[in-house]
């Protein structure tokens, strides 16, 4: 029998995957779930029993936090990735990651076909295939629920025809989890108007009394919590657990899909969202304005290739090495307020702070030019100005 590797999450759509691979293509199925942070250890033991019942030959779970947090996160947050000035790519930025996991394992294993049980009318089938073929052209791509247009119904009956019969019922809503949050879509974001219900988003508010913290930034990554240093992943971590018992990073995105249809998803990411928003605070203090300026601009194209699954487009490294370069002088601390549904940056304390030169305080006082100097500046300053009005005045 021929080798499949399958990219499996335990789900409707990869459990139908596995019993068509073997049964109507006679393949010998290997499946792989990469964990991003959304599994934990009684679930993905979960998950792995349920694959072997399934009928697999083998399977892993691969976690890949530390890989994941050094070639995307890291990158996400020295450009302040906010997809639309809103969404941190909680969900989207994975799947090329998990992409790359499941082509080195089908390469290890000797596999002639790579699986994944994304449907035609989302992003995620752009970002896997695209990943396959560019890591492995050799290596053919199947896709039994874009390829068949499956419904729901159709996988349970085939399934319960098959000797499954795990409990399908349809959850409310369709919830993706990963270190740098969560997605949530339901019939809501289906629609232009609706918001999400409160019930809707897996962290619920727990705690009401306001929270003071402090994250330590070293060279523009987060490496410490309230005085504890940690890895950056755990920092990460013990972030998104303090901060989503206040219901913080909640919000809807809306934009435009890889295959040009307008989209809505919900999503809540804490960690991802006060990281982001202390990281820029802190460059708005240590940064010249040209740097903050181009930053803005390369962040925002390296957040829209990385969505779209461009993340072996050549110019992402470019990118990355700006950024890289950009957070020579992002360290520091930052200092935060965690309220229920949101949080306030206070402040910063950088020894690289521009605000603590000699030259003088905005609005109050200068110690490095004269009032002569000062109106021989403005009066320069404003002659291009001068000259187009003067010339244009008609207009």
């Not at 691969?62 to 906010?82: D, P, Q, R």
């Not at 089938?125 to 159709?154: G, H, N, W, Y």
């Not at 969560?182 to 508010?205: R, W």
């Not at 990385?306 to 992402?316: D, I, N, R, S």
Request: with cysteine.
């Amino acid at each position: 029998m021929e080798k499949v590797v399958l990219a499996y999450s335990g789900g409707l759509d990869t459990s139908y995957c596995v019993k068509y691979l073997i049964n109507e293509l006679n393949l010998e199925v290997h499946s792989v779930l990469v964990n991003t942070g959304g599994f934990s250890d009684s679930e993905l033991k979960e998950v792995e029993k349920k694959a072997y019942e399934m009928g697999v030959t083998s399977h892993i779970n691969k976690n890949i936090l530390e890989e994941y947090y050094n070639k995307a996160i890291k990158y996400m947050v020295f450009g302040n990735v906010l997809k639309n000035n809103t969404y941190p790519l909680s969900v989207s930025a994975e799947r090329v990651f998990q992409a790359i996991e499941v082509v080195e394992y089908a390469k290890k294993v000797g596999a002639k076909y790579i699986a994944h049980g994304s449907t035609g009318a989302g992003n995620d089938q752009v970002r896997f295939d695209m990943i396959f073929q560019t890591l492995a052209p050799e290596i053919d791509i199947i896709t039994p629920i874009r390829d068949l247009k499956l419904s729901r119904q159709a996988e349970i009956a085939y399934l319960k025809d098959n000797g499954v019969d795990y409990p399908w019922e349809k959850a409310k809503y369709s919830i993706n989890k990963g270190i740098w949050g969560t997605s949530v879509g339901g019939v809501e974001t289906l629609t232009s108007h609706q918001a999400l219900p409160e019930e809707a988003y897996p962290s619920q508010l727990e705690k009401t009394q306001p929270t003071d913290i402090k994250l330590h930034f070293k060279k523009g990554e987060i490496i410490g919590l309230n005085d504890e240093y940690d890895t950056s992943v755990n920092t990460i971590l013990k972030l998104e657990e303090m901060a989503s018992k206040y219901a913080i990073g909640r919000d809807i995105h809306v934009g435009d899909t890889i295959v040009g249809i307008k989209g809505r998803v919900g999503f809540e990411a804490a960690a991802a969202v006060v990281t982001i928003k202390a990281h820029h605070t802190l460059e708005k203090h240590v940064l010249s304005k040209w740097q903050q300026n181009l930053k803005e601009q390369l962040g925002s194209w390296y957040g829209m290739l990385l969505h779209e699954g461009q993340y072996f487009e050549p110019v992402m490294r470019n990118i990355e090495a700006f950024l890289t370069n950009s957070q020579k002088t992002v360290t520091g601390e930052v200092y935060i307020t965690l309220k229920p549904y949101h949080f306030s940056v206070n402040g910063i304390e950088s020894k690289h702070d521009l605000m603590k030169s000699k030259f003088g305080e905005y609005g109050e006082t200068n110690k490095a030019w004269t009032a002569a100097d000062a109106k021989g500046f403005i009066k320069i300053l404003g002659t291009a100005n001068k000259i187009y009005h003067n010339v244009n005045s008609e207009l």
